[in-house]
Each structure stands twice: as C-alpha cells, then as structure tokens.
C-alpha cells in the first residue's frame, strides 16, 4: 500500500525555494518561464519549479509531495522513471545514443509501431510533437502538390509558425493556406472543403477536441466518417494528431475504436515515455511523399529514446494499459461526481476518462477551479485547473482514494466560497 503524502494534514505548504527560485529565472530567463510550464498562468500557490517523481508521486522544491495526475502534460504513461524504460534506455546508451547514424533500435521501433497501429505502413521518428504535426503536414502538401490544411478553430497542434496560439513573432503568411472549421461540425468542414476545393492538401483533426478551458468533446462518428470521406473524394490526407492522447484512448491509434484509420498520425508525449521522442506514421499511400520532403535534426536519431518507446509500447501492451487508465480515471470521475452532487457543487468533467477535464459552472474566469485545485494541492494532490489530466498506468486505488479525500476537502472549499454554486447542476458525458 502506498504511503500517503506527508503534508496530508498540513494546510499550509511553503514554496520558499521555488519563490527564490522564481525571482533568479526573471533575471536570467525572460518573463521568468515560456510556454506551457509557465506557472504564472496557474493561481498563487502552485509550484513553478520540481525536484524529484517516481511512479505517481512528484515533489517540489521545497520538497512538498503530491500524487500527480498531469504526467508531465502527458508523457508519463506508466508514471515517472519507469524501471523497465529506465533500464532500456541505460542498456541502449552503454552502447551508443547519438552517433553518425541511427541504431539498429530504429527499425525495431518502426517495425513495433507499424504493428501496434492498423493505419501505419510506416513510421518516421523525431523529437517533439509539433516536430511530427509540422511533417505530417509538409508529407501531405508533398503528395497532393497542394497547400490548403484545414484545422480546427482553437486547436493545439504544436509552436511553429504556422501552429503556435499567439500571433507573436509569426506573419499572416505562416498560416497563409490554413482554412478553419469547427470541431465535429460537419457543415463547417465541408464549407472549408469547398473552400478549399482543388488545392485542398489535409484535413488536421485532434483525437478529439481537447482545447484548454473549454469542455472536451469525444469525436462524433458522423465527424470522422465525414472526415474520411472529404479526404477521400478530394484526394487530399486525413491527417490525426494523436500527439496528446496516443495510447490513452486505444494503442491503435485515437480513432480506432470508430474504424476510421487516418492517412498520416502524428505522435509524441507517451511515445518515450517521457524520453524526448515523436513519430509520424502513414499509410501506403502516403509512403512516397514522405521520401520527398526534408526533415531532420540533430538529435532525432537518438537510441536512447527510441530504446525508450520500444519498451515504453512493449509495457504498455502487456499492462493493458488503457483499461487501467479508463478504470482509474472512471472511479476518480464518479467519485468527484458524487462528491459534487453532495454538495450540491455545478461541475462538468469531460472528455474520456483515461484525459479527465473538470470544469465549474458558472466560473468565467476559473475562480473556482482555481480555489478546488489550490486546495487540492495543499492537501497532497496536483491537478490542474483549465487544462486536461493524464491517468497513467502508475496510478492506483490508493492513489485515486488519496485524490478523492482532497477533492472532497476542495470542494467543500468551493461550495463555502461561493454559495450560489451549490444550486448548480453536476454533469458528467463522454467515455
Ligand atoms: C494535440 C497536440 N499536438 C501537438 C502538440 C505539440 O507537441 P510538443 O509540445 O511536443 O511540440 C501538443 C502538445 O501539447 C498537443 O497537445
């Protein structure tokens, strides 16, 4: 039985060394932080800077301990510093990373993907996710000797020019061929389509729609089907990026339980399990016009990491790891949902459940997601307030019994501060 966090009883946290920390980054870091791991988008309280995690359990700098339910924004699929990972990849490196060209590790690992995944004939390797979406677009453009993509209004798919959320630092060329529809609208993406029309390259679709604060959406099958079809009569790449939730939702890839198999997918996060590591694969179709674009980088060759995803996919097929997270996610979800019809607390967790979202009603600008998770924090628990979670096969009973004590206390905390919330509606949808 795991041991519970220490500070269980201890209200109060200090975060003395992360300030200190925080006040040497400003001076040597601009805005002390970038990106996705900037803390100060996140309410007072939470931790900018870590120190050590293993399995479920990460600690602070100040050496607070908390059972994690981000995995790193994702890659931690069977939770940090995994044995077996670990000692793949120390194998790996005793006897070479980076040399002059990749390792034998590398057709093991293309050779393991294409069997795990029904739509991949083929697999390339890189670093990031946006490494991997940024090629699975050059790859259709390539085939189709066309430019439009279409996306989805308010998706993520990555920090290069043409993707990055902020217009800072990119021209209205960058995105110049992008045309927008709206998730599971139909209507809106046949209008792209035609919009389109004979320079249509891809159509880009998240596994499912995922965007921060808002409420997750599974992809309807009419959407996909649709999807599919546009691809297929304007001869265009149906493109899935399955950089967020690959292997979460199924190890075939996002959209296999709908049958629907993209023409390209793009991977990263849980690939390595938290070694720097991302894939695209694709279809027969598409083998050719991925000889023809250039890609590359220094450090993509790497056997260490692809040591990393070899084992990390190995485990993740022999833990049945999917049922695992959906079990562990589902009994966090229904107790959290129990807890807030108790109290009579209007919440909506969303999206499947192996990638939990919970969000409040009536909370525009996160006041109360922001008090449910600092509570939950101060009690040994880390969620986060407007972005999905991550399950991983490391989570346990314990750890979800662990969680389900401090969302009680946190939305005890909620319910107190803001009474009217307690007239709300709770709602749970979606896997
Ligand atoms: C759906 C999706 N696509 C692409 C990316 C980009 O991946 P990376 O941050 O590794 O470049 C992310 C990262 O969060 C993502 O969630």
Request: proline share 5%; glycine share 10%.
């Amino acid at each position: 039985m795991l041991k519970e966090p220490q500070a269980d009883h201890n209200a109060v946290r200090h975060l003395h060394r992360d300030a200190a920390l925080r006040d040497r980054a400003r001076k040597v870091i601009p805005g002390g932080m970038w990106g996705h791991m900037n803390a100060v988008r996140l309410p007072a309280g939470m931790p900018q800077f870590f120190s050590r995690a293993k399995g479920t359990r990460l600690h602070d700098v100040d050496d607070n301990e908390y059972v994690d339910f981000m995995c790193a924004f994702g890659p931690m699929i069977l939770g940090y510093a995994d044995p077996d990972v670990d000692a793949a990849v120390a194998a790996q490196r005793g006897r070479m990373d980076i040399a002059n060209g990749p390792g034998e590790v590398l057709v093991e690992l293309a050779e393991l993907m294409v069997e795990t995944i029904p739509a991949a004939d083929w697999a390339m390797f890189s670093k990031n996710g946006t490494d991997a979406t940024t090629a699975c677009v050059m790859i259709a453009r390539a085939h189709a000797g066309r430019r439009k993509i279409l996306v989805a209004e308010g998706a993520y798919h990555g920090s290069a020019p043409w993707c990055t959320p902020w217009p800072g630092g990119t021209t209205p060329e960058d995105r110049a061929h992008l045309i927008h529809y709206v998730y599971n609208d139909i209507a809106s993406l046949e209008a792209a389509g035609a919009e389109a029309g004979d320079d249509l390259a891809g159509i880009l679709a998240s596994a499912f729609r995922h965007d921060a604060r808002f409420d997750q959406e599974l992809p309807t099958q009419a959407f996909a089907n649709a999807a599919r079809a546009l691809a297929d009569r304007q001869d265009a790449a149906l493109i899935l990026d399955d950089v967020r939730a690959g292997f979460r939702i199924d190890l075939g890839g996002s959209w296999q339980p709908l049958g629907v198999r993209p023409d390209l997918a793009a991977w990263s996060k849980a690939l390595g399990n938290g070694y720097p590591i991302a894939a695209v694969t694709g279809t027969e179709r598409l083998r050719e016009a991925a000889t023809k674009i250039f890609v590359t980088g220094s450090f993509w060759c790497g056997a260490g990491a692809m040591a990393a995803a070899v084992a990390t996919i190995s485990k993740l097929h022999r833990t049945n790891a999917v049922a695992h997270m959906t079990r562990l996610g589902g009994m966090l979800r229904t107790g959290l949902q129990a807890q807030a019809d108790g109290l009579g607390v209007g919440l909506r967790q969303t999206g499947p459940a192996s990638l939990p979202m919970v969000l409040f009603d009536d909370d525009p600008d996160f006041a109360k997601a922001n008090l449910f998770v600092v509570t939950a924090l101060q009690r040994g628990v880390y969620l986060h307030p407007w972005h999905n979670m991550f399950l991983s096969v490391a989570h346990s009973e314990d750890d979800i019994a662990i969680a389900l004590k401090a969302t009680q206390k946190a939305l005890e905390a909620v319910a107190g501060a803001f009474p009217q919330a307690a007239a709300g509606r709770t709602e749970t949808v979606d896997g």
